[in-house]
């Protein structure tokens, strides 16, 4: 076994998560590539190979809706009173997450509801960023797919799909209430084949922009080659928020130290999503890395993700 497959093995044996694939290489291609672990763990088990697709969260944000919004609007462009600069580099002051479902005019509630910041001033890293700019692109569905990427996922994939949380526990628990008041009903049952998070699910019927992608580590890994390749987007995985506490670049973010980036070289960019799945290019280095887990199946308990994405860097850049 390589060094991240014994790495990843003991992560599974102590229940981080119950599976892992991930993809290594440069802008030449992957170099090494591999699974480990189950994909469904329970009411059966479905062992992970490395066709296994993964609910990737928040990797939609740049792999898809950052590369659509660059290339459809400029950075000046207003939606809905905020600047598509303000909405990529989460600059805008809105909160990071609101139940949407609840709300009659989910676009609305966030208008009068999400203002949390004097815009400009702080980075709040936020879901609603990106569904104000889903919710301006015309046929998103089919842009998405135009790059190649994997949406609301068709019925006969499911078993190759990576199972997550056994319904929406952790959005219940984030609206501090058992959710009986709530808007839409909330999933109760296990959650495979359809996206994680709530908005993506109950308002984008699969993907509002902030959530959606549905792709194995080798599909990431050339997504996130093509953007690096492509002069386009340089100024958007350079940091646009010197100063503040959070580097940003336009959909990225940059790396400033943390226990996942402290290892990359200045400069290095990347994203992560909440049910355990990530990218991180070191430019410098010519290393993209990219590592899925369903770490929210079959319960999205808390764990030291951050380190375990640390550990994966540095093994992955030797």
């Known amino acids: 076994m390589s060094a991240i497959e ?9 229940g981080s998560f119950p599976s892992a694939s991930w993809a290594v290489g440069s802008v030449r291609g992957i170099d090494q590539t591999g699974a480990l672990g189950h994909a469904v763990s329970v009411p059966f088990r479905i062992a992970a190979t490395a066709d296994t697709i993964y609910d990737c969260a928040s990797l939609t944000k740049p792999l898809i809706t950052t590369t659509i919004a660059l290339r459809e609007f400029s950075l000046d462009h207003r939606i809905h009173g905020y600047t598509v600069r303000e909405l990529l580099t989460h600059t805008s002051g ?26 400009g001033t702080r980075v709040i890293y936020s879901d609603l960023n990106l569904i104000l700019l889903w919710s301006a692109i015309d046929d998103f569905d089919a842009k998405a797919r135009a790059l ?7 019925a006969l994939l499911r078993p190759r799909i990576a199972a ?24 109760d049952s296990l959650i495979w084949g359809e996206t994680h998070d709530g908005n993506s699910h109950h308002v984008g019927g699969g993907c509002a922009g ?27 995985t350079t940091n646009q928020t010197p100063g503040m506490e959070d580097g940003r670049g336009f959909g990225w973010q940059i790396g400033t130290g943390s226990a996942a980036t402290e290892m990359l070289s200045p400069g290095s960019f990347g994203h992560t999503g909440f049910t355990g799945t990530s ?4 430019r410098d280095r010519d290393q993209i890395m990219v590592l899925l887990t369903n770490r929210v199946h079959p319960c999205a308990a808390p764990n030291a993700m951050q380190q375990i994405r640390g550990e994966f860097h540095r093994l992955a850049l030797g």
């Open 6 to 14: 014994r790495f990843l093995s003991r992560e599974i044996e102590i």
């Open 94 to 119: 809105l909160r990071a997450w609101m139940p949407l479902y609840n709300y009659e005019d989910p676009i609305r509630a966030i208008i009068e509801e999400g203002p949390e910041s004097e815009r």
């Open 148 to 154: 190649g990427a994997r949406i609301k996922p068709p």
């Open 164 to 187: 997550t949380e056994w319904g929406q526990r952790w959005e219940t628990k984030m609206m501090g209430h058992a959710g009986e008041d709530a808007g839409a009903p909330l999933r």
């Open 210 to 236: 902030n959530a959606g992608l549905f792709a194995t580590a080798a599909e990431v890994f050339e997504m996130t080659r093509a953007i690096v390749s492509d002069p386009l987007f340089r100024e958007a």
């Open 279 to 282: 990218v991180w290019v070191d």
